[in-house]
């Protein structure tokens, strides 16, 4: 098995009293798409700059697989960047954009010519070449930007909020051209995002980020499902939060008591029994039901507090006898006759639903 | 890092070299030459007899008229240039780079010949002369040709541009919609210009003000041309002991130290109202 | 940019500030159309239209004083301004590097020569060039060089560091991402962008020079005539219609200069 592409060690980075980075450590395999997700000021940009070598850690390593021994800086040599709102260079066409990085590699004109051309035929513009930046629209100068970053062959591209810029649906547009060309051309993409879900579709991996620090990293259905921190919880989708006293242990789930309340909770790194936890439960895991028990799961009594309609999906606040709240998502057209205000409902839900978060 | 600040370094150099051997260093003479003594042209010892001469109750005059005239060349070009600012600005965009274009374009021209002209026209016989006689206008209702008020005009005509262009720059900053809020909540025309506008072009209004005032206080081409032989500006009289008949170089170092002395002064109420302003 | 401003009824009611604005323009264009009109003239005075003539424009290319005057002016103009472009260009890329405190500081240093009377930084000069560094009348050029070149430099800070202020520096690590090494990324990068700016400060500079009268009169050798000299010896000694002619042709070039230089300045900033 081949080792990581790319290695971040504990790399920590200050500005005057600041620190912007804390101790990140990150692999990112061969061919991965990679994504560092995080609200603004996480760090995020800062450890994708150290990576293109814009910016020197203050402490740790960023190590390159495979660098051919030579003088020149690995970051030079394969990692290509995609800017945040793209830096095109705004005096030159099109075509000398996607060429700047084979004019400075001096390769031949013909052999440039023709990988330009490639290059503007992948990211289909084709008759775009003599065109400059500011003639083209938003998504178009986006194309050109990856178009530029891709012609001298990098292992590495790394994006900066590629996408920042862009109206949703022409986004969402962008999100799966990005996705086919990283596949087809097996590339390995870093990429920065704040944007949840942009990452949740388009990664292979996610590294979600807080404060400088690394929260978790993990597939796009571990960070959704299973959780390990309270911001990660927090960060993607809704949660509802409870917290509550590890009461007793079973095989492979655990009894938690909340105000009263017994939750099980499937996990498989039990905490001690008399820990105190955090459970994290998705809104729109939570079923209603007619039944007052059903095996393996959990099921509560509740009164309807308020129902929100939003689109495809209905939102209820259900009020529970201890005094708790939770919300539930229900599809629109599935939700119980005569739901309103003060009906008494039934609550169910997985075991496996609930994400067991050390508080 | 190093060798980074070395970089910038050997980028400023250069320049900052050029400026401090020929300017800060020759201002920082003139110093020392106010305290030298007069002679061929001047011999380096220590004595305030051109300060003696320069503070002289004689000389009196000559620095309130040009106090004077300077405060007065700022207040007209205030008043003549705010309404043209704000005349440009509530022009079509285009019509408001010709405008504007027109208004700068006097400042290119060459100052000698514009004031020339200006002498030409005042005279007795030409076409504004002839007027301002018919009008009666003037020290004694025979014209301004030759005395200090033509000097003043000249003034206002060729630093108008340098009142109207930061007026006309903070005028085009300001959101218009500012104004329709404030008449909507009932103000009169006169409390949104009080209220409104005047707090936000202050800043234009002080800059434009400042620029005039310095240009005015060192003016020495102006009533050089324009104000005849019997008043004399600070800028004539400093001019007139280097390349004139006077011949006293500690003399004129020392009034222009009281020169920039003036202008001091003036940046220094300028910085003081510019932060009391942003606070 | 601002949409058009709102009618709105003013303290200032609108045919009076159309009035003002009228008023205004016909006293800055009435002595310019008076030396444009009368170098037509072929009246010795400048009272009295003497029927159409040119031949003011014409005594002048045969005129050899202003023929050398136009030669030293031209000198000195393109001497200095190519020096201050050097130096003011260079200055405006280290400024750029500095923390913005400092950036204050050096940006005031370079603001004082323009905001300094001229006639204080004439003396000034004049003492120190003859009487401390003892350059003599023979060196006038030299002085005159270091005068303007002065000037020059200050200006061309202003306008190269105004535009770098608007310079994406992320352009920079966009081209050392690509291979690009320091002095690559500054010729195909960060220099084609600021040209306009380059170019725009050296006319400016130019025109300043052409049109210099006081420090050019303290720091000149006997002889050494500039046109602003020349037309200034004229005014007050023998004036001719000849320098309405002359100052008309001067106004063109200032004009043609300042408007090339806004041109060149806009120009660039659409291309950025």
Same mark, same amino acid.
């Given at each position: 098995?081949?080792?990581?592409?790319?290695?971040?060690?504990?790399?920590?980075?200050?500005? %005057?009293?600041?620190?912007?980075?804390?101790?990140?450590?990150?692999?990112?395999?061969?061919?991965?798409?990679?994504?560092?997700?995080?609200?603004?000021?996480?760090?995020?940009?800062?450890?994708?700059?150290?990576?293109?070598?814009?910016?020197?850690?203050?402490? %740790?390593?960023?190590?390159?697989?495979?660098?051919?021994?030579?003088?020149?800086?690995?970051?030079?040599?394969?990692?290509?960047?995609?800017?945040?709102?793209?830096?095109?260079?705004?005096?030159?066409?099109?075509?000398?954009?996607?060429?700047?990085?084979?004019?400075?590699?001096?390769?031949?004109?013909?052999?440039?010519?023709?990988?330009?051309?490639?290059?503007?035929?992948?990211?289909?513009?084709?008759?775009?070449?003599?065109?400059?930046?500011?003639?083209?629209?938003?998504?178009?100068?986006?194309?050109?930007?990856?178009?530029?970053?891709?012609?001298?062959?990098?292992?590495?591209?790394?994006?900066?909020?590629?996408?920042?810029?862009? /109206?949703?649906?022409?986004?969402?547009?962008?999100?799966?051209?990005?996705?086919?060309?990283?596949?087809?051309?097996?590339?390995?993409?870093?990429? $920065?995002?704040? /944007?949840?879900?942009?990452?949740?579709?388009?990664?292979?991996?996610?590294?979600?980020?807080?404060?400088?620090? $690394?929260?978790?990293?993990?597939?796009?259905?571990?960070?959704?499902?299973?959780?390990?921190?309270?911001?990660?919880?927090?960060?993607?989708?809704?949660?509802?939060?409870?917290?509550?006293?590890?009461?007793?242990?079973?095989?492979?789930?655990?009894?938690?008591?909340?105000?009263?309340?017994?939750?099980?909770?499937?996990?498989?790194?039990?905490?001690?029994?008399?820990?105190?936890?955090?459970?994290?439960?998705?809104?729109?895991?939570?079923?209603?039901?007619?039944?007052?028990?059903?095996?393996?799961?959990?099921?509560?009594?509740?009164?309807?507090?308020?129902?929100?309609?939003?689109?495809?999906?209905?939102?209820?606040?259900?009020?529970?006898?201890?005094?708790?709240?939770?919300?539930?998502?229900?599809?629109?057209?599935?939700?119980?006759?005569?739901?309103?205000?003060?009906?008494?409902?039934?609550?169910?839900?997985?075991? /496996?639903?609930?994400?067991?978060?050390?508080? | 890092?190093?060798?980074?600040?070395?970089?910038?370094?050997?980028?400023?150099?250069?320049?900052?070299?050029?400026?401090?051997?020929?300017?800060?260093?020759?201002?920082?003479?003139?110093?020392?030459?106010?305290?030298?003594?007069?002679?061929?042209?001047?011999?380096?010892?220590?004595?305030?007899?051109?300060?003696?001469?320069?503070?002289?109750?004689?000389?009196?005059?000559?620095?309130?008229?040009?106090?004077?005239?300077?405060?007065?060349?700022?207040?007209?070009?205030?008043?003549?240039?705010?309404?043209?600012?704000?005349?440009?600005?509530?022009?079509?965009?285009?019509?408001?780079?010709?405008?504007?274009?027109?208004?700068?374009?006097?400042?290119?021209?060459?100052?000698?010949?514009?004031?020339?002209?200006? *002498?030409?026209?005042?005279?007795?016989?030409?076409?504004?002369?002839?007027?301002?006689?018919?009008?009666?206008?003037?020290?004694?209702?025979?014209?301004?040709?030759?005395?200090?008020?033509?000097?003043?005009?000249?003034?206002?005509?060729?630093?108008?541009?340098?009142?109207?262009?930061?007026?006309?720059?903070?005028?085009? *900053?300001?959101?218009?919609?500012?104004?329709?809020?404030?008449?909507?909540?009932?103000?009169?025309?006169?409390?949104?210009?009080?209220?409104?506008?005047?707090?936000?072009?202050?800043?234009?209004?002080?800059?434009?003000?400042?620029?005039?005032?310095?240009?005015?206080?060192?003016?020495?081409?102006?009533?050089?041309?324009?104000?005849?032989? *019997?008043?004399?500006?600070?800028? *004539?009289?400093?001019?007139?002991?280097?390349?004139?008949?006077?011949?006293?170089?500690?003399?004129?170092?020392?009034?222009?130290?009281?020169?920039?002395?003036?202008?001091?002064?003036?940046?220094?109420?300028?910085?003081?109202?510019?932060?009391?302003?942003?606070? | 940019?601002?949409?058009?401003?709102?009618?709105?009824?003013?303290?200032?009611?609108?045919?009076?500030?159309?009035?003002?604005?009228?008023?205004?323009?016909?006293?800055?264009?009435?002595?310019?159309?008076?030396?444009?009109?009368?170098?037509?003239?072929?009246?010795?005075?400048?009272?009295?239209?003497?029927?159409?003539?040119?031949?003011?424009?014409?005594?002048?290319?045969?005129?050899?004083?202003?023929?050398?005057?136009?030669?030293?002016?031209?000198?000195?103009?393109?001497?200095?301004?190519?020096?201050?472009?050097?130096?003011?260009?260079?200055?405006?890329?280290?400024?750029?590097?500095?923390?913005?405190?400092?950036?204050?500081?050096?940006?005031?240093?370079?603001?004082?020569?323009?905001?300094?009377?001229?006639?204080?930084?004439?003396?000034?000069?004049?003492?120190?060039?003859?009487?401390?560094?003892?350059?003599?009348?023979?060196?006038?050029?030299?002085?005159?060089?270091?005068?303007?070149?002065?000037?020059?430099?200050?200006?061309?800070?202003?306008?190269?560091?105004?535009?770098?202020?608007?310079?994406?520096?992320?352009?920079? =690590?966009?081209?050392?991402?690509?291979?690009?090494?320091?002095?690559?990324?500054?010729?195909?990068?960060?220099?084609?962008?600021?040209?306009?700016?380059?170019?725009?400060?050296?006319?400016?500079?130019?025109?300043?020079?052409?049109? =210099?009268?006081?420090?050019?009169?303290?720091?000149?050798?006997?002889?050494?005539?500039?046109?602003?000299?020349?037309?200034?010896?004229?005014?007050?000694?023998?004036?001719?219609? =000849?320098?309405?002619?002359?100052?008309?042709?001067?106004?063109?070039?200032?004009?043609?200069?300042?408007?090339?230089?806004?041109?060149?300045?806009?120009?660039?900033?659409?291309?950025?």
């Amino acid at each position: 098995m081949e080792g990581p592409l790319v290695g971040v060690h504990n790399v920590t980075k200050r500005y %005057g009293s600041q620190l912007v980075v804390d101790g990140v450590s990150l692999d990112i395999k061969r061919g991965e798409f990679f994504s560092l997700l995080g609200s603004s000021g996480c760090g995020k940009s800062t450890t994708l700059r150290m990576i293109a070598g814009f910016e020197t850690p203050d402490a %740790g390593e960023i190590r390159f697989a495979n660098v051919n021994p030579s003088k020149v800086p690995a970051y030079v040599q394969q990692v290509n960047m995609v800017f945040q709102n793209y830096a095109l260079f705004p005096h030159m066409t099109v075509t000398q954009n996607v060429g700047f990085g084979l004019k400075m590699e001096r390769v031949a004109a013909s052999e440039s010519k023709r990988r330009v051309a490639e290059m503007l035929e992948l990211v289909q513009l084709g008759n775009f070449g003599d065109r400059l930046p500011r003639q083209l629209s938003g998504g178009q100068q986006q194309r050109v930007a990856l178009a530029r970053a891709l012609a001298t062959k990098p292992q590495v591209v790394l994006l900066d909020e590629p996408l920042g810029a862009l /109206d949703l649906k022409l986004r969402k547009e962008m999100q799966r051209e990005l996705k086919h060309i990283q596949e087809s051309l097996g590339l390995t993409f870093i990429y $920065v995002t704040h /944007d949840q879900e942009e990452a949740l579709t388009m990664s292979d991996r996610i590294c979600v980020m807080n404060r400088g620090r $690394v929260e978790q990293v993990g597939t796009p259905e571990e960070i959704y499902h299973r959780p390990q921190s309270k911001f990660v919880a927090d960060f993607i989708g809704e949660s509802n939060f409870l917290t509550g006293t590890v009461t007793a242990h079973h095989a492979g789930h655990v009894s938690v008591n909340v105000a009263g309340l017994t939750i099980q909770a499937q996990t498989n790194q039990p905490p001690p029994a008399g820990a105190e936890v955090v459970l994290a439960i998705r809104p729109e895991r939570i079923n209603f039901t007619q039944e007052t028990s059903l095996l393996g799961q959990n099921v509560v009594q509740g009164e309807i507090h308020r129902s929100v309609f939003c689109g495809s999906d209905r939102i209820f606040h259900v009020n529970l006898p201890n005094g708790l709240s939770l919300q539930v998502r229900e599809q629109s057209d599935n939700t119980p006759e005569g739901a309103s205000r003060g009906t008494s409902v039934g609550l169910t839900w997985p075991m /496996d639903a609930v994400a067991v978060i050390a508080a | 890092m190093n060798s980074s600040r070395l970089r910038t370094s050997a980028l400023l150099s250069p320049a900052l070299l050029w400026l401090a051997i020929f300017f800060l260093v020759p201002l920082a003479l003139v110093v020392g030459v106010s305290f030298a003594t007069r002679g061929q042209p001047f011999t380096w010892d220590f004595t305030t007899k051109a300060w003696e001469a320069a503070l002289a109750e004689a000389k009196l005059p000559i620095y309130l008229r040009t106090l004077w005239f300077s405060l007065g060349a700022t207040a007209v070009c205030l008043l003549l240039g705010f309404p043209v600012a704000w005349f440009i600005v509530r022009r079509s965009p285009r019509a408001r780079q010709v405008l504007y274009a027109l208004v700068l374009i006097p400042l290119v021209a060459n100052s000698l010949v514009l004031v020339y002209a200006w *002498k030409t026209l005042l005279a007795n016989d030409a076409l504004v002369g002839e007027w301002l006689i018919k009008l009666g206008i003037g020290p004694d209702g025979n014209g301004i040709y030759n005395t200090r008020w033509s000097s003043l005009l000249g003034m206002v005509y060729y630093y108008l541009p340098f009142m109207v262009y930061p007026i006309y720059t903070s005028l085009e *900053k300001m959101d218009w919609r500012l104004l329709e809020a404030a008449a909507d909540l009932g103000a009169s025309s006169a409390r949104q210009f009080w209220h409104v506008v005047l707090p936000l072009v202050w800043p234009g209004v002080a800059t434009g003000s400042i620029l005039v005032f310095i240009q005015s206080v060192g003016t020495f081409v102006i009533p050089d041309i324009l104000a005849g032989n *019997k008043d004399l500006f600070m800028g *004539k009289m400093i001019n007139d002991q280097f390349l004139g008949s006077a011949r006293n170089w500690p003399l004129g170092a020392a009034m222009s130290l009281i020169v920039m002395g003036a202008i001091s002064v003036a940046l220094v109420i300028y910085f003081k109202l510019q932060s009391r302003i942003e606070k | 940019m601002i949409a058009t401003a709102p009618t709105s009824r003013f303290p200032i009611g609108k045919s009076l500030l159309w009035l003002h604005g009228l008023v205004t323009y016909a006293f800055l264009y009435l002595p310019i159309a008076l030396l444009v009109f009368y170098s037509f003239s072929a009246s010795e005075f400048n009272t009295v239209w003497g029927g159409f003539t040119s031949h003011w424009y014409a005594d002048l290319t045969a005129n050899e004083d202003k023929l050398l005057a136009l030669k030293n002016s031209l000198t000195i103009g393109f001497s200095s301004t190519l020096l201050g472009a050097i130096l003011g260009t260079t200055a405006a890329l280290g400024h750029a590097r500095l923390t913005a405190g400092k950036r204050r500081l050096i940006e005031v240093l370079f603001l004082l020569p323009i905001m300094v009377p001229d006639i204080v930084m004439a003396l000034a000069l004049k003492i120190y060039l003859d009487r401390v560094l003892h350059l003599t009348a023979d060196d006038g050029m030299v002085k005159l060089l270091i005068a303007h070149g002065l000037l020059a430099m200050c200006y061309v800070f202003m306008v190269v560091s105004t535009r770098l202020r608007g310079f994406d520096w992320r352009l920079m =690590e966009a081209a050392a991402d690509l291979g690009a090494n320091r002095w690559q990324a500054f010729r195909h990068v960060q220099l084609p962008l600021l040209w306009p700016g380059v170019v725009g400060g050296m006319l400016l500079a130019f025109a300043i020079s052409l049109d =210099e009268y006081v420090i050019t009169s303290f720091l000149r050798g006997p002889g050494q005539n500039t046109l602003p000299i020349s037309i200034a010896a004229d005014i007050k000694h023998t004036p001719k219609p =000849e320098i309405n002619a002359l100052a008309t042709l001067m106004l063109l070039s200032s004009v043609v200069l300042a408007l090339a230089s806004a041109l060149v300045q806009r120009k660039g900033k659409a291309t950025s």
